[in-house]
């Protein structure tokens, strides 16, 4: 149902453009596209990754996507209608690239609606295309139509970390009674959010230029009693002592000197 939605507001903002119902001399060179095997985007990009984007919506202030595209040709995504509350919805299925190797037609496995949706892969971007695959023509900046690629090496700002391993002890999903230890840095104010497993927690943090220097004030967090969570002290103990992080594609190490404390991963489609 909610994939119609999306569908229906690309289809509303294609009807909005000046030349409606004519295709454009590029929409036509696109659909005769012929596939070079030695160049094109699925041979020669590197593709696999986390998208986003913000797609226009009739009754919404906008339809922000973010798309995980995988090695295996499946993909997840997560449709949050802004303005409109906690309007988060999930989707994952499979995705096949066309013989010109350059766009992919996604799939789904969870929605109980049949139209695919089709994407133009370009360099760290996606391009929504309309429902037949082809360019979408709207008065609209093209520019709306792009999704980018999130960078997932060496920036730990606005990303969700996942709690993995506590001073050598792994952590699983199990022990956190199915609410996950975790922290955002925020880029606004410098602000760290986010969960010891049981209780909400909330600070500053700051850097220095020094060795991946970084450093927490005091966390204040609320006062639930935390049953089955033995290990929310030492946890707030990881931000009081650290002083220094090492991230490598999707994993951060908090430190203090050389000594490793915590090792987080970084979940997108939150």
């Not at 005769?32 to 009739?58: F, I, M, Q």
């Not at 690239?97 to 992919?104: K, P």
Request: charged content about 25%; overall charge negative.
């Amino acid at each position: 149902m909610k994939k119609s939605i999306v569908l229906l507001c690309i289809v509303v903002a294609a009807l909005s453009a000046c030349n409606t119902g004519k295709r454009s001399s590029n929409a036509q060179t696109n659909e005769t596209e012929v596939a070079d095997p030695a160049h094109n985007s699925r041979n020669s990009l590197d593709w696999a990754g986390v998208y986003k984007g913000t797609l226009p919506c009739a009754d919404c202030e906008g339809i922000q996507e973010e798309i995980r595209l995988n090695d295996d040709l499946t993909y997840e995504m997560v449709s949050t209608y802004l303005g409109k509350g906690e309007n988060r919805f999930p989707d994952n299925g499979r995705f096949e690239w066309d013989e010109a190797g350059s766009r992919i037609k996604l799939t789904s496995t969870t929605s109980t609606n049949d139209t695919d949706r089709w994407f133009k892969v370009g360099e760290n971007q996606l391009i929504a295309l309309d429902i037949e695959g082809n360019p979408i023509e709207s008065s609209l900046p093209a520019e709306i139509y792009i999704f980018r690629k999130i960078d997932m090496d060496n920036v730990i700002t606005e990303k969700y970390w996942k709690l993995v391993e506590l001073n050598g002890k792994e952590i699983s999903p199990s022990e956190t009674g199915g609410r996950e230890a975790h922290f955002i840095l925020k880029n606004e104010d410098n602000r760290i959010i986010g969960n010891t497993g049981c209780n909400n927690m909330n600070g500053s943090y700051s850097f220095s230029a020094e060795d991946n220097g970084i450093h927490f004030t005091p966390l204040a967090t609320t006062r639930m009693a935390c049953i089955g969570i033995d290990y929310e002290h030492e946890y707030l103990q990881v931000f009081e002592l650290s002083d220094n992080y090492v991230v490598q594609n999707d994993t951060l190490t908090l430190s203090k000197g050389e000594t490793p404390l915590a090792r987080f991963v970084a979940v997108y489609l939150q």
